[in-house]
């Protein structure tokens, strides 16, 4: 079956509102050529000269996501945290996934197909972004590259925000934004040189050069290997990297080896686990701060494990395949007092997974062009709107898996499930604006943004409103109010009506101390409002839309003690209340003799989802000697109520106390060849996280060695 969304239902009041955007985008045009001329102002070009960053403070953190001009964490229209390149290096983050579990709000379920993330008490919420692009989460909305599919050795930072920032960022700005900032050539060429990152200059051709090779092998990474290179020339400088990864099935043992008895693969009762392979390229050029082109090409072959309801010890072999790839263009200029922006991007998705017998296969085309303006106002006002259109083709949407109540049948057969797909495009044009101002007591800022999304019944309005005020020289408050839209399953989607959007409003408010030294305190209160929000059941499909009300506080901390010993702490605790997802399905029917059609269905609710309600996590680092430093790092998150087989099987996730150490030795027998011994889950703790179709065992207690060398 193959349909164009909304394409069909062209009617008058559709065409009306078409004419509407584009006489808007019309005058929108002419207001920013007119108020380009800065004599209109009384400004000069030297007022911006080169940037707009009127906000950048003396913090060494950035961040771009949040106002979408470069500036400090602290003075951001949002409730914002970074994590730096040297914070991953020196806590061992191995996968995205990781860093969000360390972070207040954050919730991250190691889900067999991938990890799944919560911020507070909000699954499938928030938008990834790779340099500035969404990472595209298609019909299935939850394709999350937070495992190894992406490397962090790439990783410049990750900018991460707590609540929805649809107004710049559109559609999945949901309950929070994660932007994952890739290095430059810049960035490469500027670290120091050493033994472990070589680097070369060419005074004649102005040219210098810099990169690296790392190697990693183990039983708890199996084998990794990465290599970058950056470049740097007068006026340009260019970035590449390459990453793979293979990774066994996760056997369960006190000691997890690299190979099995059998031909390199895990057996498990009479099914057969793959190794989990990921790949990834990326690339990047700037010239003269005005034209940027990147590039990432990613693909991975997840093998994993399902489980029936509650018979954790029966499972069958599963595998999820995502090549991933886009490419961006972005050119930058300062013209008549005014800062343009102009960007484009491609992206090409498919997404493969088998389960339980079926195999469902989808595919995502997405053209993206934005024109972004900034302007001064006042000398001190910072005016950033733009325009924007998205189009989507969606291959092979998956309608109706065709579950049935029971998914096998005697001895242990799969049924061929039959599932029904379609193909149909979307497109999104969008007009956004936020004025932010400078006052003596502090900073005010709102925004505004309204998206023509052809998959829903009306206009899809986004707000933003907040102060910042700094009360002393080490601490301010800042108060955020702001609203977001996701977008629908395509399971939603039949081509029979348009949808009313998923929409989440959310208050914060935030106190934060930030000291000279780096060490630095924050608390954050917030209220959340979620409508018409709907959950996928194997057994039912597409919940009735519900709604759900939450509020929370959540708690981080950095302290370094000396020269010995670092540490941070987070704690948050949700508080939740609301409607249970509400299911229907058609059961049977019958003729009567008048010819009247009488259907049977079974109906059932679940609770909410909220993930877990509290979560607390400690890190430290204990630098022992120079080249020897132990890492320990503790998590507790409360027990989760479960719910499979049509409400039939409940129970909860157990969640105990997680204890991990590692030991890293620096420069082992030969400079840049590190080794890191540790432990996982040391108190033995037993628990249980989310399958699609019941319970998966967790990990028991796994000791692990890595030898990583860099060249």
Not at 24 to 53: C, H, P, Q, R, Y
Not at 137 to 163: C, F
Request: proline residues 4%.
């Amino acid at each position: 079956m193959s349909l164009r969304v909304k394409d069909s239902y062209l009617t008058h009041k559709g065409i009306v509102a078409k004419q509407a955007i584009l006489l808007l985008t019309i005058i929108l045009l002419n207001m920013l050529f007119w108020l380009s001329d800065a004599k209109a102002f009384g400004l000069v070009e030297s007022d911006i000269d080169g940037t707009m960053l009127m906000f950048v403070g003396e913090e060494l953190d950035v961040v771009t996501v949040a106002s979408r001009t470069p500036e400090s964490p602290s003075t951001a229209p949002a409730v914002v945290s970074v994590v730096d390149h040297d914070d991953i290096v020196k806590y061992g983050y191995k996968t995205v996934a990781e860093v969000l579990a360390t972070q207040p709000g954050f919730y991250i379920s190691e889900q067999g197909v991938g990890s799944l993330p919560y911020l507070r008490g909000i699954s499938n919420g928030i938008l990834v972004l790779y340099d500035g692009v969404p990472v595209p989460t298609g019909g299935p909305r939850s394709y999350y590259p937070l495992d190894h599919e992406l490397s962090l050795n790439s990783v410049k930072r990750i900018e991460i925000i707590r609540g929805p920032g649809s107004v710049l960022w559109g559609a999945d700005a949901f309950a929070g934004i994660v932007n994952i900032v890739p290095f430059t050539g810049e960035d490469v060429t500027s670290r120091p040189v050493s033994k472990r990152y070589s680097q070369k200059k060419y005074s004649q051709q102005e040219l210098s050069s810099g990169g690296k090779v790392i190697l990693t092998a183990g039983s708890n990474d199996t084998l990794k290997g990465f290599a970058d290179m950056g470049f740097k020339g007068k006026s340009w400088n260019g970035y590449l990297s390459i990453y793979g990864a293979k990774n066994r099935y996760d056997s369960g043992s006190l000691i997890d080896v690299i190979f099995s008895d059998k031909d390199g693969e895990w057996k498990i009762g009479n099914d057969i686990v793959d190794d989990s392979e990921y790949s990834e390229f990326t690339a990047n050029f700037n010239f003269k701060d005005s034209f940027s082109f990147s590039a990432r090409l990613s693909d991975f072959n997840k093998s994993y494990t399902q489980t029936l309801g509650d018979a954790v010890s029966f499972g069958w072999p599963s595998q999820k395949k995502v090549p991933a790839n886009y490419i961006k263009a972005n050119y930058s200029k300062i013209w008549g007092g005014s800062h343009w922006n102009l960007t484009a991007y491609y992206q090409d998705v498919s997404y493969h997974q088998v389960d339980a017998g079926t195999s469902v296969q989808e595919g995502l085309n997405l053209f993206y062009g934005e024109i972004l303006w900034d302007h001064r106002f006042f000398k001190r006002g910072l005016m950033t709107a733009g325009i924007s259109y998205r189009e989507n083709r969606i291959d092979g949407a998956l309608v109706d898996g065709g579950f049935l109540p029971e998914l096998l049948a005697a001895e242990y057969k799969f049924f061929t499930q039959p599932i029904e797909q379609m193909d149909y495009k979307n497109s999104l044009q969008s007009f956004f604006s936020q004025y932010r101002h400078p006052f003596d007591w502090g900073e005010f800022w709102a925004g505004f943004r309204l998206d023509d999304n052809s998959m829903y019944e009306d206009y899809s309005p986004s707000y933003t409103l907040g102060i910042n005020i700094p009360l002393t020289d080490v601490w301010r408050v800042k108060t955020a109010f702001g609203t977001g839209y996701r977008t629908p399953y395509s399971q939603q989607w039949t081509g029979k009506e348009l949808l009313t959007r998923d929409e989440v409003s959310t208050l914060n408010l935030q106190a934060e101390w930030l000291f000279s030294s780096g060490d630095a305190i924050s608390a954050t209160a917030y209220m959340s409002r979620l409508s018409d929000n709907v959950k996928i059941d194997p057994y039912g499909g597409v919940s009735a839309p519900s709604g759900q009300d939450f509020s929370g506080i959540e708690l981080f901390c950095k302290k370094r003690f000396g020269e010995k010993f670092e540490s941070y702490a987070s704690f948050s605790k949700i508080f939740y209340s609301g409607d249970d997802y509400r299911f229907s399905v058609l059961k049977s029917s019958f003729l009567r003799p008048d010819g009247t059609r009488v259907d049977n269905y079974d109906n059932w609710s679940e609770e909410y989802d909220s993930g877990a309600d509290f979560m607390a996590n400690m890190g430290m680092i204990w630098h022992i000697y120079p080249k020897v430093d132990l890492n320990f790092t503790a998590s507790w998150t409360s027990s989760i109520p479960y719910s499979y087989k049509e409400n039939t099987i409940v129970g909860e996730y157990d969640n105990p106390l997680l204890l991990n150490s590692e030991i890293k030795i620096k420069n082992l027998f030969y400079d840049d060849l590190n080794l890191s011994i540790g432990c996982k889950n040391i108190l033995d703790g037993e628990f249980t996280y989310p399958g699609f179709y019941g319970p998966v065992n967790g990990n028991p207690l796994t000791g692990y060695a890595v030898i990583r060398y860099s060249f």
